[in-house]
């Protein structure tokens, strides 16, 4: 897909489609983007290499772009794989490219590529790079969401090149609306480090930015001041929405139809949104997402070996992982003979941020039965 961005700056990175997971751990139904750039100008600037899987596209597109032409400079503001994979490429290809990058990805590169140091050219906070009518000025973002990253802002075009920020899963002609995507992406990939995603946030709003160009997801216009206050929002670890996730790990099944026996009651109760996932069955990122979606998360879980059921002890590290905060937490647990399903998942949030627990804990005992629905009841009405 050919992505349209000025005379000047082109794009040429690559979509995959038939890849089952990003990262070893992160389902991509509609494929995803590896997005580089370049910024053709009296001197030629290639923002970022992309993931080996992508390679003779991008080769093929940078090419195109460049023509009879040689870059003069690599960017690098990410040396994760997926983006630095085709570094030591250009290097062989062009010897006399330059790389432009911070102190700590200088430091870094060995482990990336084998490459001459000589040509890797550092630069700090504040720093330019003249290419003619473009300027190039770099800003330090360590930690979004590894120690070496930074974003570039060219001044002419307005354009930000924000490296893993602003991005999502997803190819670049996927057909589907950015928020959903780049909330599971932001949350599960950057989700833990939300002070410095502030931190950036703060030094963008002092730049007037007409493009967002960021390495993986669409190039984003019209759409900027509402990505940036998503963004706000969640590395605030603020509710995006009010409302109950239910997130439930049952064996029998007898705790999935209690979780939807809550569902029903919460909603006849007028609660504003309820969400419901089957911590077994489903996609545990999009688990991950719904829990910082929503103000209130409702834990319901079986007993399991003197704990809780392996599915939910996976999930509550998942979110213990990622920062999970500012939430209010309430559960209900499920037992035969033995409870500690509810100890054993408040001992775990208790360890966590700004939780606040809410509601009566539920014990059901193996089946629900009226005196359990009456007791649901009554903790709908605590939690709503």
Not at 112 to 132: K, P, S, W, Y
Request: hydrophobic share 40%.
């Amino acid at each position: 897909m050919k992505v349209e961005i000025s005379e000047n700056i082109k794009y040429i990175g690559a979509s995959v489609y038939d890849l089952d997971l990003f990262e070893s751990q992160y389902i991509i139904p509609n494929g995803m983007a590896y997005n580089s750039y370049v910024i053709l100008d009296e001197k030629i600037a290639v923002m970022d290499t992309v993931d080996a899987i992508v390679s003779e596209q991008w080769l093929a597109n940078l090419k195109e772009e460049l023509g009879s032409r040689e870059p003069d400079y690599l960017v690098v503001q990410h040396l994760e794989p997926d983006h630095s994979a085709n570094i030591q490429t250009l290097c062989e290809l062009y010897p006399d490219i330059q790389i432009v990058c911070s102190a700590k990805a200088k430091a870094m590169m060995p482990q990336f590529a084998d490459i001459n140091m000589d040509n890797v050219m550092t630069v700090a906070e504040g720093d330019t790079l003249e290419l003619g009518t473009h300027t190039l000025s770099f800003i330090m973002a360590p930690m979004i969401h590894w120690p070496e990253v930074m974003v570039s802002y060219e001044s002419s075009e307005k354009v930000l090149f924000s490296a893993d920020a602003f991005g999502k899963f997803g190819a670049i002609d996927a057909d589907e609306g950015w928020s959903c995507e780049a909330r599971r992406y932001y949350f599960n990939i950057v989700g833990k480090y939300g002070a410095p995603v502030q931190t950036l946030l703060k030094k963008a709003s002092g730049l007037e930015i007409d493009t967002i160009c960021p390495l993986h997801g669409p190039v984003l216009t019209d759409t900027i001041p509402q990505v940036l206050d998503l963004y706000n929002t969640w590395s605030s670890y603020e509710p995006e929405d009010e409302g109950v996730f239910i997130a439930y790990a049952s064996i029998h099944g007898n705790t999935a139809k209690a979780a939807e026996k809550m569902k029903e009651i919460l909603e006849s109760k007028g609660c504003p949104r309820v969400a419901i996932a089957d911590l077994s069955r489903d996609d545990i990122a999009e688990c991950v997402e719904d829990s910082f979606r929503h103000s209130t998360l409702l834990c319901m879980a079986s007993s399991y070996d003197g704990g809780v059921f392996a599915p939910m002890a996976d999930f509550i590290h998942h979110l213990k992982s990622k920062a999970f905060q500012n939430r209010k937490v309430a559960f209900v647990e499920n037992a035969s003979w033995a409870p500690s399903a509810a100890r054993t998942m408040k001992a775990e949030f208790e360890q966590m941020k700004n939780i606040t627990f809410v509601g009566d804990t539920v014990t059901i005992k193996t089946t629900v039965k009226d005196s359990d629905i009456a007791a649901l009841e009554n903790l709908a009405e605590q939690i709503k």
